[in-house]
């Protein structure tokens, strides 16, 4: 896994925050990426990137969680599906293959590459989806980690 740090502009998303328990988490992720999907749709748009959850906290039982897709442009949110933005700014970045279960292995991993460089997070967890386990074995699902850093 290849971890590095870069630069990003600003992204433009729609999106929907929700508060969930890890359990529920992939029935809320579905349901908030179909409702994104089906308003994108009726404004004749297209996501402009793979959908996206961030993780505001990481507290098992009451995650605070952004579920989205990034946009072309800015669009108007209807309802509880938000206009917003991944903000600009430094993100540790990685590229990872695996099953979900398992990505405890690569924020560790990503932790102690930032400790060793003097990155410090920022409290943002973002993980950008480019297939899904409806589509590939899980060995095979591929997540971007997204970590913003200061």
Same mark, same amino acid.
């Given at each position: ?7 990003? $502009? ?9 508060? %969930?328990?890890? #359990? $529920? !988490? ?8 179909? #409702?994104? +999907? ?6 004749? =748009?297209?996501?402009?990137? @793979?959908?996206? %959850?961030?993780?505001? $906290?990481? *507290?098992?039982?009451?995650? *605070?969680?952004? +579920? ?6 800015? !669009?108007?949110?209807?309802? *509880? ?12 970045? @990685?590229?990872? %293959?695996? &099953? ?11 932790? @102690? ?6 990155? =410090?997070? %920022?409290? !943002? ?11 590939? &074995? ?5 997540? #971007?980690?997204? !970590?913003?850093?200061?």
């Amino acid at each position: 896994m290849q971890i590095e740090c870069r630069e990003q $502009n600003a992204v433009p998303v729609l999106m929907v925050r929700a508060r %969930t328990a890890m #359990k $529920n !988490l992939p029935q809320v992720i579905g349901e908030n990426y179909q #409702k994104i +999907m089906g308003y994108l749709t009726t404004l004749g =748009e297209q996501p402009a990137d @793979a959908p996206y %959850t961030c993780y505001h $906290n990481m *507290d098992m039982d009451d995650l *605070d969680v952004e +579920m989205g897709y990034p946009v072309g442009k800015a !669009l108007p949110g209807k309802g *509880d599906i938000l206009a917003g933005e991944i903000p600009a700014g430094r993100y540790v970045t @990685a590229m990872y %293959t695996g &099953p979900y279960t398992e990505m405890e292995k690569p924020y560790n991993e990503m932790f @102690a590459w930032m400790k060793d460089k003097g990155y =410090e997070l %920022t409290g !943002l967890y973002y993980e950008v989806y480019y297939n899904s386990p409806e589509e590939v &074995p899980e060995e095979e699902l591929l997540t #971007k980690i997204m !970590l913003p850093v200061k």
